[in-house]
């Protein structure tokens, strides 16, 4: 058992290093000195009493990622409401299943009859990944006039949506509004590059400066977390 306990450490460790863009010689200590090196991981990388719960959620996940998927649908089928619905929603969502979460998403807010604008948020993500556009730009015309929807991630996939179906002006104003300063950092990269495509260089490259300016005054956590996306301003930038 504590072999089996063991492993699920080091795999969750290797995980969350990639995932938060973590030093690459964590990946040593972890592999070769397995429960101490998973040990200073978490307490120096990872450990917040907060976090306690969502750290046993992601083992749980990793571990096996459709156990949480079944618990829901178990759920769903004793009592078959609205937001027990929308949490199998969002289970397929965290496990990659966009399809499936769509499906769910919608059933969601065409049996409530109403449009819940949270909902709807989601299904956007989820359509902007599978590469759906126009249901993008159906969805954000539901919502755009809601004042969370102002800067949010949920604009900057509209923006983008309208970017890949041509409409460059309104794609532009909808993406700057991510521009928000010591914040969406890879997304505000997302927008200088396209910038550059549109040959608007000076607005790309003053961007670019913003960011890079920025991160010099970032934590060290945030410097680790960005660490790729910074790297590649301060690549952007010198070939201008």
């Given at each position: 058992?504590?072999?089996?306990?063991?492993?699920?450490?080091?795999?969750?460790?290797?995980?969350?290093?990639?995932?938060?863009?973590?030093?690459?010689?964590?990946?040593?200590?972890?592999?070769?000195?397995?429960?101490?090196?998973?040990?200073?991981?978490?307490?120096?990388?990872?450990?917040?009493?907060?976090?306690?719960?969502?750290?046993?959620?992601?083992?749980?996940?990793?571990?096996?990622?459709?156990?949480?998927?079944?618990?829901?649908?178990?759920?769903?089928?004793?009592?078959?409401?609205?937001?027990?619905?929308v949490n199998l929603a969002d289970a397929y969502l965290e496990i990659k299943d966009y399809h499936n979460a769509?499906?769910?998403?919608?059933?969601?807010?065409?049996?409530?009859?109403?449009?819940?604008?949270?909902?709807?948020?989601?299904?956007?993500?989820?359509?902007?990944?599978?590469?759906?556009?126009?249901?993008?730009?159906?969805?954000?015309?539901?919502?755009?006039?809601?004042?969370?929807?102002?800067?949010?991630?949920?604009?900057?996939?509209?923006?983008?949506?309208?970017?890949?179906?041509?409409?460059?002006?309104?794609?532009?104003?909808?993406?700057?509004?991510?521009?928000?300063?010591?914040?969406?950092?890879?997304?505000?990269?997302?927008?200088?590059?396209?910038?550059?495509?549109?040959?608007?260089?000076?607005?790309?490259?003053?961007?670019?400066?913003?960011?890079?300016?920025?991160?010099?005054h970032m934590t060290a956590p945030n410097k680790r977390k960005y660490r790729?996306?910074?790297?590649?301003?301060?690549?952007?930038?010198?070939?201008?």
């Amino acid at each position: 058992m504590l072999y089996y306990l063991v492993i699920a450490l080091q795999v969750f460790c290797v995980y969350h290093m990639y995932k938060h863009k973590n030093d690459l010689y964590w990946i040593f200590l972890i592999i070769f000195l397995p429960a101490v090196g998973c040990l200073i991981y978490l307490i120096t990388q990872v450990y917040n009493k907060r976090d306690v719960n969502k750290i046993q959620e992601e083992l749980t996940t990793i571990i096996n990622p459709t156990k949480k998927v079944r618990d829901l649908e178990k759920t769903l089928e004793f009592s078959e409401t609205f937001q027990n619905r929308v949490n199998l929603a969002d289970a397929y969502l965290e496990i990659k299943d966009y399809h499936n979460a769509i499906k769910h998403y919608e059933t969601a807010i065409q049996n409530d009859f109403h449009n819940d604008k949270h909902v709807i948020f989601r299904l956007i993500q989820c359509y902007f990944l599978i590469e759906d556009y126009e249901q993008v730009v159906y969805y954000a015309k539901k919502v755009n006039e809601h004042s969370e929807f102002k800067g949010s991630r949920t604009q900057f996939y509209y923006g983008m949506a309208l970017a890949k179906l041509g409409q460059t002006d309104a794609a532009e104003a909808n993406l700057k509004a991510i521009d928000q300063r010591y914040s969406n950092y890879k997304e505000r990269l997302i927008l200088a590059q396209y910038l550059l495509d549109q040959n608007k260089t000076e607005a790309a490259k003053e961007l670019l400066n913003d960011i890079f300016n920025e991160s010099q005054h970032m934590t060290a956590p945030n410097k680790r977390k960005y660490r790729s996306t910074i790297r590649e301003v301060e690549q952007l930038l010198k070939t201008m």
